[in-house]
């Protein structure tokens, strides 16, 4: 056999070599996978599309970066947030042009707003069509800005990888969303580098108060005897040090929503929450102490907070001194690193009075919250014994995801943190439909841990279609669903304001029976004796299982403190629902809340 020859009049040894360099030129695609692997990334979030088929396309040639697909970008976004949330490293979801990466933005404002490092890759039209009209034609650099610390349009094959990874960077050091719209052809073009430019360390920066600020904070806290700590989510990771401030000032602790799960354990001041959800001894420790102490927290409710204590605040975030309250003095600085220089300089608190009466009043409080949490011998079920029951069954190291609403309100009073379990919920933006979204996400990044939702009928309802999700990902989720038939909350919220409820009912489906059309297994507990039953058949099922509750829709679920607007309001309801014909419902909010 002849020997394979080049011939010589056509192409030279050097032409050879470029061609076949031309021939395995990095796509931008391909390098975007990379600088993301480069900072840590383990897996994309989203829906395929063709604009994103380029960047789809890369993450298939290889195996280090996993590509999720589920059913609607929204729930990429919020899948995306529960890792950001849970790890605290950087999570990524895309979307293809138009309405692909615009399904993304509320579950990227709920990460915006709870301020997890997430990073959206929103494909773009062709570049060539672009200001004219095209197919699908949207501009998510406006579109996004609102809700992103860093927004830009990668035009050009020269902008990457500096663009993704200024984008990178910004979100793991702002903590919040960044956003990278690229054309889809863009992503097919060659890269003029060839690897990623830059390493990707986690910053560790120690940001406390000057000498003289620790000082002045100590001289406060040390010539005030009745103090109260309002503290949030900025303590996770510093609950040693706010144990030991608690035990110094002879302070009880009252926690926002979203630092149940850092504050609440192994706390022999907790005293509760406070505003809507909260509890009446929460509320009574903020509004009873002559100084409030706000660490690491933005509770935004301004009718909770005390009108003559003063008021010292400690945030990460200078821009979040004084939001929601006047201040007296404002303090910079993370949460430990704060407490850690402050603890030497301060003088032990000699008067317990405020903090015992602050715990007899939370002991009275627990004690009448766990009283609705029984199963009697009623007929219908009550929504506090269903998270009782969850709450004692569960693993010890579970991850729960709770809709808004009445599950939220449920999850807060019923669930018990132990610092090892982990508790996720739209607790700043407040959306509907995010508790199977943050489970998904929360079950793909943890896959040994057991995660369960707290979803309500219509939060459910709203993003649904992802169960098929949980079946194609065999994902383990255990769902648990409150069907009162009603959006319950908002229901609660026009009883308040006086008004007859309307547009808040669901006819819903058997979600049973919905779950095991869809390969899951459905389970229901019709009556209180089901309850512990099926909900441990639900956590031991060696895959994802969804437990319809049928629970009362009339339960009440008390603020701290009523106000006379709101007792005016309710009154008023009264009085309308008798007289427009809905007078049972009287008669069922009385026999589920009043003869227990």
């Excluded at 979307?95 to 959206?120: E, F, K, M, T």
């Excluded at 199963?375 to 569960?394: C, F, I, K, N």
Aim: overall charge negative; aromatic content about 6%; glycine content about 8%.
């Amino acid at each position: 056999m002849a020997a394979f020859a080049i011939p010589s009049d056509r192409f030279t040894h050097s032409a050879f070599e470029n061609q076949w360099s031309n021939d395995m030129a990095k796509k931008v695609a391909e390098l975007m996978v990379d600088v993301l692997l480069e900072a840590g990334v383990k897996r994309v979030y989203g829906v395929s599309g063709d604009s994103l088929n380029g960047f789809t396309d890369a993450i298939r040639s290889q195996e280090q970066l996993q590509w999720i697909h589920l059913r609607h970008e929204e729930v990429a976004a919020f899948a995306a947030g529960a890792e950001a949330h849970l790890t605290g490293q950087l999570s990524v979801c895309a979307g293809s042009c138009g309405p692909g990466n615009l399904h993304l933005i509320n579950g990227l404002y709920d990460c915006h707003r709870s301020r997890v490092p997430v990073l959206a890759i929103a494909a773009q039209i062709p570049s060539g069509e672009i200001g004219s009209g095209y197919f699908q034609e949207t501009h998510p650099e406006h579109l996004f800005a609102q809700c992103s610390d860093y927004c830009e349009v990668v035009s050009h094959p020269e902008q990457m990888p500096r663009v993704l990874e200024i984008a990178i960077q910004t979100a793991i050091s702002r903590r919040g969303v960044a956003v990278v719209v690229i054309p889809g052809d863009v992503t097919l073009e060659e890269a003029t580098v060839a690897s990623p430019r830059l390493l990707f360390p986690p910053p560790q920066p120690t940001v406390r108060p000057s000498d003289e600020e620790i000082d002045t904070l100590a001289d406060l806290l040390s010539g005030s005897k009745k103090i109260t700590i309002l503290a949030g989510a900025g303590c996770a990771g510093a609950h040693a040090e706010l144990i030991t401030l608690a035990g110094k000032l002879n302070s009880p602790i009252v926690h926002a929503m979203r630092g149940k799960e850092f504050i609440e354990y192994d706390n022999p001041f907790d005293v509760g929450m406070t505003g809507l959800l909260g509890f009446s001894s929460g509320y009574y420790a903020m509004m009873n102490c002559d100084l409030l102490l706000m660490i690491g927290t933005d509770f935004p409710y301004q009718q909770f907070f005390p009108k003559d204590a003063r008021i010292v605040q400690i945030d990460i975030r200078g821009e979040q001194l004084g939001r929601r309250t006047k201040v007296d003095y404002g303090f910079v600085g993370d949460t430990k690193a704060t407490l850690r220089a402050l603890l030497p300089k301060l003088t032990q608190n000699e008067s317990d009075k405020h903090l015992k009466a602050s715990l007899e009043r939370y002991a009275k409080a627990r004690k009448g919250l766990d009283d609705l949490a029984v199963p009697g011998s009623w007929e219908m079920v009550h929504p506090q014994y269903v998270v009782r029951t969850l709450d004692e069954l569960a693993a010890d190291d579970a991850i729960f995801s709770c809709d808004v609403g009445t599950p939220t309100i449920w999850a807060a009073r019923y669930l018990t943190m132990n610092g090892r379990r982990r508790l996720l919920g739209s607790f700043n933006h407040g959306s509907m439909a995010n508790a199977l979204p943050q489970a998904i996400g929360a079950q793909v990044s943890h896959p040994g841990r057991q995660v369960v939702t707290l979803s309500g009928d219509g939060g459910l309802a709203m993003l649904m279609g992802d169960l098929l999700s949980l079946r194609q990902l065999k994902a383990p989720v255990k769902v648990v669903v409150f069907k009162n038939d009603s959006l319950a909350f908002v229901e609660l919220e026009m009883k308040a304001a006086g008004l007859v409820d309307f547009g808040t009912n669901l006819e819903n489906p058997d979600f049973a029976k919905l779950a095991e059309a869809a390969g899951i297994l459905g389970l229901k507990a019709e009556t209180p004796d089901k309850v512990r039953p099926m909900i441990a058949a639900a956590l031991e099922y060696d895959g994802p299982a969804l437990l319809e509750v049928p629970v009362s829709r009339h339960e009440l679920s008390m603020p701290p403190t009523i106000t006379l607007e709101q007792a005016k309001g309710f009154g008023l309801f009264a009085l309308k629902a008798v007289l427009s014909g809905h007078g049972d419902e009287l008669i069922d909010l009385a026999d589920t809340n009043l003869w227990r």
